[in-house]
């Protein structure tokens, strides 16, 4: 008899490691799938796809190897596999288990003497913590559906990698006396997962486990949205962050006065305990050099797990749009602005239309330190104008540096994001208003569509991104405009 799989009564790889990091996620993952915090979008949708080229180009390093061509919740997969392991072939890709009500689909199970290598595939570029728990699940599955697992191994990015080689691509890591710490303790947990999902929606705690190791979905369902909650305290560990929530402390404005604070935290507190803006005397002084010919640049990137571009590494960002306003504090201002042409190689391009645009200007001004990274990488790239970009970087401003150092408001909500930012300090100024895309990992994503996959979109569909991408853009730097003029208004009224 063919084992099922019933939703409510199953575990998978994704659901025991979700489980593991919280048994409520787990619950809502299972019961609630179409819940609007698991929605796929354009950053999510991205990954996944760089995800299945990586799996696909690890497959290529398994001569004789067979897929099991069949989808995920079709239960021909297990006789299938069966059949493969049987006549002997040398790997199996996406090979499929079932036990203990636990499905497992392993990347390659790689036939070796005596055994076999469960080998999970990943499009990150180390053996993190977190994949070793995904081999461990999977090599349980396996052992119990009968099978002598001899070695596990993470398969990743190789992070000293340079397109196009002549290094490989991938990193083949043991981690089997790894896997072999986890493995007493997973029938446990099975067993402890499963009565969850027989049951009710759990109570769990709110805690650093919410962030580790990646950020719950479903955050937002249990966490305080108090803006003056002390998780949101900017800086400071999560685990301290619990240690003072736990022990009763719920709130910025009821810290113990005797606790260590730095300083943008101390401001924070204070912006609290006065319900306002906090402004420090120095930011006067902080402004001194955001004067004459001033530009407002920013940057936006493509970062993609196998490497598209000559020189570029696994998951580098590499610069290939631009926004660039020009003009004395109160204006008038120019705009330019640069976007990449569908398969095309555009560092060059962008770097000289760069130099160019940002020849004339005083000081530069940019919001954190990313575009001074991409100005570097420029200078490696493109040799030819490493100099006219190092006196470029040599004119660069972070305005996020002021605000770090003299301004916070309690509507901060302990970020410091431009974004979160804007609408306090430049009312009726908020992104969400202003345009379609929500982030720069969005961004990110729609640009890759846009300069990799140009050929599977319709004229209209390459248009709208297009519009999308530039608007996004550009508000970024409209948005340090308006903050730098509202910062020397304040200023004023010191």
């Given at each position: 008899?063919?084992?099922?799989?019933?939703?409510?009564?199953?575990?998978?790889?994704?659901?025991?490691?979700?489980?593991?990091?919280?048994?409520?996620?787990?619950?809502?993952?299972?019961?609630?799938?179409?819940?609007?915090?698991?929605?796929?979008?354009?950053?999510?949708?991205?990954?996944?796809?760089?995800?299945?080229?990586?799996?696909?180009?690890?497959?290529?390093?398994?001569?004789?190897?067979?897929?099991?061509?069949?989808?995920?919740?079709?239960?021909?997969?297990?006789?299938?596999?069966?059949?493969?392991?049987?006549?002997?072939?040398?790997?199996?890709?996406?090979?499929?288990?079932?036990?203990?009500?636990?499905?497992?689909?392993?990347?390659?199970?790689?036939?070796?003497?005596?055994?076999?290598?469960?080998?999970?595939?990943?499009?990150?570029?180390?053996?993190?913590?977190?994949?070793?728990?995904?081999?461990?699940?999977?090599?349980?599955?396996?052992?119990?559906?009968g099978l002598e697992v001899g070695r596990v191994e993470i398969m990743h990015l190789n992070k000293e990698y340079v397109h196009p080689g002549p290094a490989d691509l991938f990193v083949r890591e043991d981690v089997t006396d790894r896997v072999r710490e986890l493995l007493p303790g997973i029938p446990d947990e099975i067993r402890r997962q499963l009565a969850i999902l027989a049951g009710k929606a759990p109570d769990v705690p709110i805690g650093p486990h919410c962030r580790k190791p990646a950020d719950c979905a479903f955050m937002s369902r249990c966490w305080p949205q108090d803006p003056d909650s002390v998780l949101r305290?900017?800086?400071?560990?999560?685990?301290?962050?619990?240690?003072?929530?736990?022990?009763?402390?719920?709130?910025?404005?009821?810290?113990?006065?005797?606790?260590?604070?730095?300083?943008?935290?101390?401001?924070?507190?204070?912006?609290?305990?006065?319900?306002?803006?906090?402004?420090?005397?120095?930011?006067?002084?902080?402004?001194?050099?955001?004067?004459?010919?001033?530009?407002?640049?920013?940057?936006?990137?493509?970062?993609?797990?196998?490497?598209?571009?000559?020189?570029?590494?696994?998951?580098?960002?590499?610069?290939?749009?631009?926004?660039?306003?020009?003009?004395?504090?109160?204006?008038?201002?120019?705009?330019?602005?640069?976007?990449?042409?569908?398969?095309?190689?555009?560092?060059?391009?962008?770097?000289?239309?760069?130099?160019?645009?940002?020849?004339?200007?005083?000081?530069?001004?940019?919001?954190?330190?990313?575009?001074?990274?991409?100005?570097?990488?420029?200078?490696?790239?493109?040799?030819?104008?490493?100099?006219?970009?190092?006196?470029?970087?040599?004119?660069?401003?972070?305005?996020?540096?002021?605000?770090?150092?003299?301004?916070?408001?309690?509507?901060?909500?302990?970020?410091?994001?431009?974004?979160?930012?804007?609408?306090?300090?430049?009312?009726?100024?908020?992104?969400?208003?202003?345009?379609?895309?929500?982030?720069?990992?969005?961004?990110?994503?729609?640009?890759?569509?846009?300069?990799?996959?140009?050929?599977?979109?319709?004229?209209?569909?390459?248009?709208?991104?297009?519009?999308?991408?530039?608007?996004?853009?550009?508000?970024?730097?409209?948005?340090?405009?308006?903050?730098?003029?509202?910062?020397?208004?304040?200023?004023?009224?010191?």
């Open positions: 008899m063919t084992p099922s799989r019933d939703r409510s009564t199953s575990l998978s790889k994704s659901r025991f490691v979700a489980g593991c990091q919280c048994h409520k996620l787990l619950w809502l993952r299972t019961y609630e799938p179409d819940a609007p915090e698991l929605a796929v979008g354009p950053s999510l949708q991205d990954i996944f796809d760089q995800g299945n080229q990586v799996g696909r180009l690890a497959r290529e390093r398994f001569p004789g190897g067979v897929l099991v061509e069949l989808e995920y919740d079709n239960p021909q997969r297990l006789p299938v596999t069966r059949e493969l392991v049987a006549t002997g072939v040398p790997a199996v890709f996406e090979a499929t288990f079932v036990a203990d009500h636990t499905y497992a689909a392993v990347d390659v199970l790689l036939r070796e003497q005596g055994g076999f290598t469960v080998i999970e595939v990943k499009s990150g570029t180390n053996a993190d913590d977190k994949y070793v728990l995904d081999a461990a699940i999977q090599t349980h599955v396996v052992q119990r559906a305290l900017h800086g400071l560990r999560f685990d301290k962050r619990f240690e003072l929530f736990d022990a009763g402390t719920k709130s910025i404005k009821n810290l113990p006065a005797a606790y260590k604070l730095n300083a943008v935290q101390q401001r924070q507190r204070r912006s609290w305990a006065t319900a306002g803006l906090v402004l420090e005397p120095s930011v006067a002084e902080e402004l001194a050099p955001y004067r004459g010919r001033l530009g407002f640049l920013d940057f936006e990137s493509v970062g993609r797990a196998v490497p598209v571009w000559s020189g570029a590494r696994p998951w580098e960002q590499i610069a290939v749009q631009f926004s660039y306003h020009e003009g004395p504090v109160g204006g008038p201002y120019t705009h330019q602005e640069f976007l990449a042409e569908p398969d095309t190689d555009p560092r060059e391009a962008i770097a000289r239309r760069l130099v160019e645009v940002t020849r004339d200007a005083d000081r530069v001004l940019m919001y954190t330190d990313f575009e001074k990274k991409q100005i570097r990488s420029m200078q490696r790239f493109v040799p030819a104008l490493a100099e006219e970009l190092g006196r470029l970087e040599g004119k660069l401003l972070d305005l996020a540096q002021v605000i770090r150092h003299c301004v916070y408001h309690p509507q901060f909500a302990g970020s410091l994001s431009i974004k979160d930012v804007l609408p306090v300090l430049v009312p009726g100024m908020a992104y969400k208003d202003a345009v379609r895309i929500s982030d720069g990992s969005e961004a990110s994503a729609k640009l890759a569509r846009l300069l990799f996959y140009a050929g599977d979109l319709a004229a209209e569909q390459r248009r709208v991104l297009k519009d999308e991408l530039l608007e996004y853009c550009k508000l970024d730097t409209q948005a340090m405009v308006k903050l730098l003029e509202r910062l020397k208004e304040l200023v004023g009224g010191l």
